[in-house]
């Protein structure tokens, strides 16, 4: 349905009643509640359906919806006692990793490392860091296109054909880009920023890895994420009660984030899903996180921003509690009070670990008025009193995230698998650039990792591969049984 605030209007009513109507399908259904990650009030207006063509059956569907949505969706649109159809949340081979920022750039390009030669989607929340990272990938090397609705069309539909044609190309977006794309190779996507809520990163990353082989989501978050998205809800249009379900939301998903807990049932948790076990496919599950009790260091940190006037960002909270007589830290005189120089026994690291946690648990609130300054949130109280314990995660060490990285290179292909494949993958690229099609249509990943790791020698032996069937190895095979044979012998 996709012109849903017009369905009052006269002209378009008249039309449909002119029609022979089979069934109304309702896409994109959250759009119809207050609760749903992307809210139209217009969209309200299709509850009028139900009066203006009784009898005519009725579908609404979504692939994002909390159980509080979901109901909401039922009622706004008098669905009633419809039957309600849900299959689960989980993309298995999705795997998730959510990293602390620490040089954004070099954080990525290691990132990318892991995945030479894929196309993969990189967004970012403004249309100048998408031209910005864009520009910069490219002088790194790597193959990247912009996309944003600011730019010209024709740049723009160019750069889309291209990612969804080409191999080994990162499209570099704001979330201007995927709805409707439908590119079943995408091997990854990266956030530079936070998303909105659980359900936007969710729908995003979900862009990735549609043919169901192994594809990662990737973000890198710190504490200037959370000043910026509560700072955007709050500069918003949106009324009061929007508002409030927003910073809800944000929350959720720093939950996310922050979790010590497996990434997946975290995420499944949010949709209503109960996942049994540790899913083994995400970073906390590959390389558990430790916890630790945050509660002095808590009241340290609010204690600073309490006593300097909660006037200011966690930069120079920082620069206090860890005693630094910066000129800003003498100009307001924080030498001279007792929280200067307290926080020395831990490190500037772990203290922007404490302020970023101590704001997405909402004992500290962001106070847009005043440039992102830290103001005592609700909870803060009975932390001082110590009534509330503070348990934080163990940002890991640089070290550790390096173990990582290998733990995650190591559901890879064997390296000499691997150059078969990225032969056999060179091969379909030819082919596909002859013919004018994306790669996919000529094979599938799924289909040449099997080439590559079982090598058939003959057309017959290929017809046992997924995704070759006689059709397609009449088209392709000789030209693929050619490159498999001109690999070297032994593996
Ligand atoms: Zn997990």
Redesign the pocket.
């Known amino acids: 349905m996709s012109l849903p605030n017009e369905v009052a209007t006269p002209g378009f009513r008249q039309m449909l009643e002119g029609l022979q109507i089979a069934l109304f399908a309702i896409d994109e259904a959250h759009c119809v509640s207050q609760w749903g990650h992307d809210f139209r009030p217009e969209y309200r207006d299709l509850a009028k359906l139900t009066e203006l063509f009784p009898g005519v059956p009725r579908i609404a569907l979504t692939a994002t919806a909390d159980p509080v949505t979901r109901a909401d969706i039922i009622e706004r649109l008098g669905l009633g006692d419809a039957r309600v159809f849900e299959t689960s949340f989980d993309r298995p081979n999705i795997s998730?990793e959510i990293i602390e920022r620490d040089n954004a750039r070099q954080q990525l390009l290691r990132f990318l490392e892991r995945h030479k030669g894929d196309s993969g989607i990189i967004y970012c929340l403004s249309r100048a860091k998408v031209e910005d990272i864009a520009d910069w990938l490219d002088r790194q090397g790597i193959r990247a296109l912009p996309y944003h609705a600011g730019m010209d069309a024709t740049v723009r539909s160019a750069n889309q054909d291209a990612f969804l044609r080409e191999e080994n190309l990162c499209l570099v977006a704001t979330v201007a880009f995927g709805m409707g794309i439908d590119k079943p190779d995408v091997r990854y996507v990266a956030h530079m920023d936070l998303p909105a809520s659980i359900e936007a990163y969710y729908q995003e990353t979900g862009r990735a890895g549609r043919d169901g082989q192994p594809a990662d989501a990737w973000m890198n978050y710190g504490m200037a994420d959370v000043v910026q998205r509560r700072r955007m809800i709050e500069e918003g249009n949106a009324p009061e009660e929007i508002k409030r379900v927003e910073h809800a939301k944000l929350t959720a998903l720093l939950g996310v984030c922050e979790t010590t807990q497996?990434?997946?049932?975290a995420i499944l948790a949010h949709f209503g899903e109960v996942y049994p076990t540790?899913?083994?496919?995400?970073d906390?599950?590959?390389s558990p996180v430790a916890s630790w009790d945050g509660t002095e260091a808590a009241i340290k940190a609010l204690a600073c921003a309490y006593r300097t006037g909660q006037r200011f960002g966690a930069a120079h909270l920082i620069e206090v509690l860890m005693g630094k007589p910066t000129e800003k830290v003498t100009r307001f005189g924080h030498d001279q009070q007792a929280v200067f120089g307290a926080g020395k026994d831990l490190n500037a690291r772990s203290w922007q670990s404490v302020y970023r946690q101590l704001a997405a648990l909402g004992l500290l609130q962001v106070d847009h008025t005043a440039h992102g300054a830290l103001k005592l949130g609700e909870g803060a109280r009975a932390v001082f009193k110590r009534e509330q314990t503070v348990i934080l995660r163990k940002d890991r060490p640089r070290k550790a995230a390096e173990v990582r990285r290998q733990l995650a290179g190591a559901i890879e292909l064997p390296e000499s698998v691997m150059s078969i494949f990225n032969a056999l993958r060179a091969e379909r690229l030819r082919i596909a650039r002859q013919q004018g099609v994306p790669p996919y249509v000529v094979f599938q990943d799924v289909t040449l990792r099997a080439l590559a790791q079982s090598r058939p020698e003959t057309p017959e032996d290929m017809l046992s591969i997924p995704g070759i069937g006689q059709a397609k190895l009449e088209r392709y095979g000789d030209a693929f049984l050619a490159i498999l044979a001109a690999q070297p012998a032994s593996v």
Request: include cysteine; charged fraction near 30%.
């Open positions: 998730y497996c990434r997946r049932k540790n899913c083994g496919n995400c906390t599950c590959r």
